[in-house]
């Protein structure tokens, strides 16, 4: 079974819009921690957002939120009042465990673009 | 700046040679990381080290040997290159705690004909 799974391999939204990207996770750990990545086409790989499994509230950082639903395995990426900027390609990842390093497993992304 | 840098940015190579990719990292983590994306944008890990010792260690071939100076720097080696190593090849780093997310460097673009 995919470890991480992105269902959404492109997606649209308006300027100013709210949009949901979709992560699902596989794990029979009680402790690991959920990231996402944004990838602009420019190629680097930009640090958004953090859940841990045992944090009670949903992360925020600035216009990035994230819903997670642990019982759903789901750690979906809110961006609101989306800009153009945003277009990017998208990434959830997966740490499992609490040793050997922040191993992460990487979903197949989610190719993200941002209309006028 | 503090960042993760690796060089070269591109590398074109023919089959059959032997090339390096370097990394440093003035982040003061202690956890580095060789990455690769291929044609489909899919990123999978390759090695790990944590303070110069290996820790993880994807199945890999053995023409891939990472090197580890010191905490602040963590080379790549590929001998014997092949087609199917073209990809982009991402550095990163990190603490070693779980929570700590990865830093990457902006890549290098591995295109071997």
């Known amino acids: 079974a995919q470890k991480i799974t992105q269902t959404q391999p492109g997606m649209f939204v308006q300027e100013k819009e709210a949009v949901t990207l979709d992560c699902t996770y596989d794990?029979?750990?009680?402790?690991?921690?959920l990231f996402w990545y944004k990838q602009p086409s420019s190629g680097e790989m930009i640090f958004l957002i953090y859940?841990?499994?045992?944090?009670?509230q949903n992360a925020t950082e600035g216009r990035y939120s994230l819903n997670f639903q642990k019982a759903r395995k789901s750690a979906n990426l809110v961006i609101s009042a989306s800009q153009l900027g945003d277009s990017a390609m998208y990434f959830c990842?997966?740490?499992?465990?609490?040793?050997?390093?922040?191993?992460?497993?990487f979903g197949t992304g989610t190719q993200l673009k941002v209309e006028l | 700046d503090t960042a993760v840098s690796q060089t070269p940015k591109y590398l074109v190579t023919q089959m059959g040679n032997d090339k390096s990719i370097k990394c440093e990292q003035n982040?003061?983590?202690?956890?580095m990381y060789w990455y690769k994306q291929d044609s489909k944008k899919f990123l999978k890990i390759m090695f790990s080290?944590?303070?110069?010792?290996?820790?993880i260690n994807e199945t890999v071939p053995n023409r891939f040997s990472p090197k580890s100076p010191d905490k602040a720097h963590l080379n790549l080696h590929i001998n014997s290159l092949e087609l199917g190593d073209s990809a982009v090849y991402f550095c990163?780093?990190?603490?070693?705690?779980?929570?700590?997310?990865?830093?990457f460097g902006n890549g290098t673009r591995l295109t071997v004909t």
């Open positions: 990163a780093s990190s603490h070693l705690q779980g929570n700590s997310p990865l830093h």
């Open positions: 990842a997966m740490r499992e465990g609490t040793g050997g390093g922040n191993k992460l497993t």
């Open positions: 982040l003061g983590h202690d956890t």
């Open positions: 794990t029979s750990d009680q402790s690991y921690g």
């Open positions: 859940q841990g499994s045992y944090d009670e």
């Open positions: 080290y944590n303070n110069k010792e290996l820790i």
